[in-house]
């Protein structure tokens, strides 16, 4: 990450910052950010946006408190989406309405 003690996620939520980035995009392994690790339980809710203290206080795995708490102070959106279906940078990038957005 180039600093102590930052994970990757608070080194891009820092960098995203310095660089005045419009979103974080957050790509992962599921389509978005649910109640529950949807690999392990059938029955877990997708969130089709959230906020900041809702994701820390239901300790939601999207990225490390630090970098949700360094996006909440800068209002800095994160939008967590899947990177394994083909097609959903551009989908992203085009302002198409995948994933999850996490915000105020």
């Not at 939601?60 to 209002?75: F, P, R, W």
């Amino acid at each position: 990450t180039g600093n102590p003690y930052f994970t990757t996620d608070t080194a891009a939520a820092l960098r995203a910052m310095e660089i005045n980035a419009d979103v974080i995009m957050k790509a992962t392994k599921v389509d978005g950010i649910y109640d529950k690790d949807p690999a392990k339980h059938t029955d877990a809710k997708k969130f089709a946006n959230i906020t900041y203290i809702d994701v820390l206080n239901k300790g939601l795995k999207v990225m490390d408190s630090t970098a949700i708490s360094l996006c909440m102070d800068n209002h800095l959106p994160i939008l967590a989406f899947d990177l394994t279906k083909k097609g959903n940078i551009a989908r992203v990038i085009h302002g198409e309405d995948i994933g999850t957005i996490v915000k105020s």
